[in-house]
């Protein structure tokens, strides 16, 4: 682990080093409670554990570790644990360092069976953390991506587009959102199975990633309908955008196994404006898009905001 050790006495930062380093760990040193929570400022994430002296000059391990915990956010990756260090071990001393935020306690003389037996726990709480952390990390990918495509889902896309917005707002920003929907769809399920079907929304998805601008966002927002939020974008470039999405899937056939199939898309966009929330503003392409379908497909339209 790498240990932060906040000591004033020489020979007490000595011997715990020299304690730490038997077992295998990387220690740092600082000398008071305002140096810890200043290292911590610059550098919170590269530490394991915090050793803290309960008494020091300036500011003491107390009040350390009460700015240290307020630090800390809701994120369990956020939580360092803290070891507190005194030379009385009474009730009281105990009790004040676990409310400040401390994990555990050790009295001085320190004892190397006891350090290593404490360092133990902590690793074994620290490993228990990261795991959570990972499977946390995991479970929000599987929340906002489609399995099928992997691009973000209805809910990421729109948690963006509200992103956006807010931007627009704030910077008064041009923004657009399109809707784009893959013609006769179920066509392609009717005949060929659904298997290509699946294969054929993978490639698309795939081609609509490769032509998207840098900070622009598409996700997967139904079965075969993807939505488009094209930030710093106006409504004429925004058509311009749509029908270079619309010729990405339309200019060559997707293959399949053996099958080539000729594809055309269609999409309705619209600009953002701020008296429209983010459902409106998708339900406004959306209107576009059923008119593109009625005016026969494979074609961009616009629709200005109400
Ligand atoms: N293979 C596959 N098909 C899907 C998936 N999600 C939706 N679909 C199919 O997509 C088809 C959509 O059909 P429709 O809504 O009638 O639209 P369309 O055939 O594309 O016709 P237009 O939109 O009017 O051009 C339906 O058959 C759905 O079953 C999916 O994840 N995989």
Known sequence: MKILIAEDTLSDRML???????????????????????TLKDSYYDWDLLIVDLNMPIKS???????????QTDSP????????????????????????GADDYLIKPIQHKVLAA????????????????SMNKRLEALSTTDYLTELPNRRAFEISLTDEMAKAARYEQALSVAVLDIDHFKRINDEYGH??????????????????RKGDVIGRIG?????????????????????????AISGAPIICGEHKLNLTVSLG????CDNLGQLELIKLADKALYEAKAKGRNRTIYRECE
């Not at 038997?22 to 409670?33: D, I, R, T």
């Not at 294969?199 to 998207?212: D, I, P």
């Not at 966009?269 to 953002?272: D, E, I, K, L, P």
Request: proline share 1%; with cysteine; charged share 30%.
């Open 16 to 38: 715990l080093r020299f304690h730490l380093a038997k077992l295998g760990h990387q220690v740092s040193e600082v000398q008071n409670g305002e140096e810890l929570v200043n």
């Open 61 to 71: 391990g107390e009040e350390a570790a009460r700015e240290i915990r307020a630090l």
């Open 77 to 100: 990756e956020d939580w360092i644990p803290i070891i507190f260090l005194s030379g009385s071990g009474t009730d009281e001393d105990i009790q004040r360092c676990i409310e400040a």
């Open 223 to 247: 079965g075969e309908e993807f939505g488009l939020c094209l930030s710093h974008t106006s409504a004429e470039d925004a058509v311009n955008a749509c029908e270079r999405y619309r010729k």
């Open 269 to 272: 966009v619209t600009a953002y």
């Open 195 to 212: 298997d290509v079907g699946d294969e054929v929304l993978r490639q698309v998805s795939a081609r609509l990633k490769s032509s998207l």
């Open 118 to 133: 404490k360092l133990l726990a902590m690793a074994r709480i620290a490993n228990m953390r990261n795991r959570l952390v």
